[in-house]
């Protein structure tokens, strides 16, 4: 997300000719949105998208687990046989 917003302030820096970046090569100014396509498709390969979805979902999970032990009163006792 980082690459896809850096590319858009270098491109309304350029089409405004504002500052160093309006003698920049349109080439040099749309290469993060090359660099983001690129990190996205390495995410996707490589199943780090879908890992952190999977780290996201256990944690809302076990917090919810937690929130309903809390409301039963179970949370902190321990069991006597």
């Known amino acids: ?5 850096l590319g858009l302030i270098l ?3 350029k089409f405004l000719e504002i500052g160093p ?3 920049l090569s349109w080439i040099w100014v749309l290469s993060p949105f090359a660099m983001a396509v690129a990190w996205w498709a390495w995410a996707d390969a490589s199943g780090y998208t879908k890992k952190r979805a ?9 917090a919810r687990i937690l929130k309903s032990r809390e409301n039963i009163g179970t949370l902190g006792k321990s069991r006597k046989r």
């Open 1 to 5: 997300m980082y690459f896809v917003g």
């Open 21 to 23: 970046v309006a003698s």
């Open 54 to 62: 999977m780290e996201r979902e256990n944690e809302r999970k076990n």
């Open 11 to 13: 491109m309304l820096l």
